[in-house]
């Protein structure tokens, strides 16, 4: 009985402390780690800018209109992100089109910086956001009073995030 009580007071005495002492901070470094990875998944947020920031405008080429606008981009992750590539498709009665997108650059005058749009790379710092400037190009056979395009952005790891705007005429 000597023994028997004397492994059962060590085991209570010095045990069982020193378990608790060893569990508690493991399971508050695995819930911190958990945390943390979760966190530092790449993740880009896009969002139409609020007001009438899409247009549609056409060209004196017949059939041919120009989509453009400004949308924000947000990064929502602790790790650096960066655009690389842009898609749009534009909504009809057949289903999605794809639109003829690349990098544009408007010099609007001597005096006046040039508009790029679709930029890429477009750099994003941890837990920051831009304004883009996005433009494309849509062959339809009769022209649209207006337009619902589909805006996809592919980021530096491939992840893809998308956004549906609605653009009409200036």
């Known amino acids: 009985m000597g023994l028997i009580h004397w ?4 085991w209570s005495w010095w ?7 060893f569990l508690i ?4 470094s695995l819930i911190s780690l958990g945390i943390v990875l979760h966190d530092r998944r ?10 009438k920031w899409c247009t549609l405008t056409a060209t004196a080429k017949r059939g041919l209109i120009v989509f453009e606008g400004i949308i924000e ?8 992100n960066a655009i690389r590539e842009y898609t749009f498709y534009w ?8 639109l ?4 544009y650059e408007i010099d609007k005058g001597s005096l006046a910086p040039k508009e790029i749009h679709n930029r890429t790379p477009v750099t994003l710092a941890p837990y920051s956001g831009s304004d883009v400037r996005v433009q494309a190009l849509a062959q339809v056979i009769e022209r649209p009073y207006d337009m619902t395009v589909r805006i996809v952005v592919e980021d530096l790891f491939g992840n893809h995030s998308t956004l549906e ?4 005429y200036k």
């Open 7 to 10: 492994l059962q007071s060590w």
């Open 15 to 21: 045990f069982v402390p020193k378990l608790i002492v």
């Open 25 to 28: 901070p493991l399971v508050i």
């Open 42 to 51: 790449p993740r880009i947020i896009l969002r139409a800018k609020k007001g």
């Open 73 to 80: 981009v947000y990064n929502v992750s602790s790790r650096a």
């Open 91 to 98: 909504k009809s009665k057949d289903g999605l089109k794809l």
């Open 100 to 103: 003829e997108s690349e990098q």
């Open 165 to 168: 705007v609605t653009a009409d």
